[in-house]
Structures are given as structure tokens and as C-alpha cells.
T-cell receptor
Framework: AQSVTQPDIHITVSEGASLELRCNYS??????LFWYVQSPGQGLQLLLK??????LVQGIKGFEAEFKRSQSSFNLRKPSVHWSDAAEYFC?????????????FGTGTLLAVQP | DVKVTQSSRYLVKRTGEKVFLECVQD?????MFWYRQDPGLGLRLIYF???????EKGDIPEGYSVSREKKERFSLILESASTNQTSMYLC?????????????FGPGTRLTVL
């Protein structure tokens, strides 16, 4: 069955430290993969997406993610975290060629940033 | 700027009431979605629609129905609200195409059923 897994429920980092949030997927074919961020009380905002091509994807707010087929992973990274990055992060995936693009979401990783 | 709006940010209803959650998008998107978000469970798809008057069940449709009479509007209906439907409800929309079909989300409606 198709699935997206975020192994870390909660992560705390210090401001200025680097960040990596893990995401693993299980799809038969090459999936489309997304990272969304949700600030408290808000909807989801797209950070970045991978469809094909270059496996290192740049997004907004200084985030990037790398698609690794051999590891079935799409981890989100940021070299230096800011206090405003505290939020919940969701990885999601859908099938290539799916016109109705139903997304499967991971359960989310809640990021706390220490001063 | 693309926009998905939801009729209420916060809603409090009583058990057994009929509840309507409205979602409107201004991007001329064919696909619209209703999700439910609960702590530790992520987002779960309730229903989606790929065209006017068309709908398909998602992963957790029980206790819900939907209506899409116009392309820009997608309504979620709780026929008889129950306390286990207390949750955050998120609406999203996307183009109906095979590539570059990211979903755009509304701000969410936090529903409390007493």
C-alpha cells in the first residue's frame, strides 16, 4: 500500500543550528513528493515539491529537500534555523500521472526552536 | 494571489446539529478536497470532487457528505454532528492535470461539537 512516513513526531533544535526532517515513502512508481508547513492555527503552505529531474529541490524560506530513490526518502533540510521556523511540517506524496492527485500525508513533525 | 477561503475559522455546535462547512477557491481549479486533521494522525481525506456535481469518497467518509454545485464552491456537511467529529477541517484545491498539480489549502475550520 502507498504510504508516507515521518518517523519523528517532535524535534527541538537551537536557533542557528541545522535541521533535517525525515520522510520515507512507499510507492510502486516514482511519486510526486511535497513538503508543507503549518504555522499554529493556520492552513498548510507549500515549501517545495519534487516531480522529476534534479533530485535536490530548493524551496521557499531557505528550505531544500533531496529525493533519494535508493533510500525511498525525501528529507527536508535547512542549514540555519530561525525562531520563526517553529511549526508543524508535513510530507506528502501522490502518484505520477494521477489527475485527481489524491495526496497521502505523513503524520507530521512538530518543530520547536530554542533560543 | 491564489486563495482558498473557508467560511469559519472557529465553530461550536451541539451534538445532533446539522453542520455546513463552506470552501471557496478563486483559481478555477477542477479538484477540491476536504481533509480532517487530528493530532498524531496527520491529514486524512474525507471526500474530494474533480468536477461540478462529481464526488468521490476519501479514506474516512462516514458521517459526512459533500456538495459541489458550482466549480468554485465545495461544501462539507455533517448530517448529525457527534463529539468524535470535533477536529480541524481543511479544504484544498488543485488543477486537474497530471503534472505540477500541487494542492492549495485554506486556513482551516476548527469545529468543536459539544
Amino acid at each position: 500500500a502507498q504510504s508516507v512516513t515521518q518517523p519523528d513526531i517532535h524535534i527541538t533544535v537551537s536557533e542557528g543550528a541545522s535541521l533535517e526532517l525525515r520522510c520515507n515513502y512507499s510507492y510502486g512508481a516514482t511519486p510526486y513528493l511535497f513538503w508543507y508547513v503549518q504555522s499554529p492555527g493556520q492552513g498548510l503552505q507549500l515549501l517545495l515539491k519534487y516531480f522529476s529531474g534534479d533530485t535536490l529541490v530548493q524551496g521557499i524560506k531557505g528550505f531544500e529537500a533531496e529525493f533519494k530513490r535508493s533510500q525511498s526518502s525525501f528529507n527536508l533540510r535547512k542549514p540555519s534555523v530561525h525562531w520563526s521556523d517553529a511549526a508543524e511540517y508535513f510530507c506528502a506524496g501522490t502518484n505520477y500521472g494521477g489527475a485527481t492527485n489524491k495526496l497521502i500525508f505523513g503524520t507530521g513533525t512538530l518543530l520547536a526552536v530554542q533560543p | 494571489d491564489v486563495k482558498v477561503t473557508q467560511s469559519s475559522r472557529y465553530l461550536v455546535k451541539r451534538t445532533g446539529e446539522k453542520v455546513f462547512l463552506e470552501c471557496v477557491q478563486d483559481m478555477d481549479h477542477e479538484n477540491m478536497f476536504w481533509y480532517r486533521q487530528d493530532p498524531g494522525l496527520g491529514l486524512r481525506l474525507i471526500y474530494f470532487s474533480y468536477d461540478v456535481k462529481m464526488k468521490e469518497k476519501g479514506d474516512i467518509p462516514e458521517g459526512y457528505s459533500v456538495s459541489r454545485e458550482k466549480k468554485e464552491r465545495f461544501s462539507l456537511i455533517l448530517e448529525s454532528a457527534s463529539t468524535n467529529q470535533t477536529s480541524m477541517y481543511l479544504c484544498a484545491s488543485s488543477l486537474r492535470q497530471k503534472v505540477n498539480n500541487e494542492q492549495f489549502f485554506g486556513p482551516g475550520t476548527r469545529l468543536t461539537v459539544l
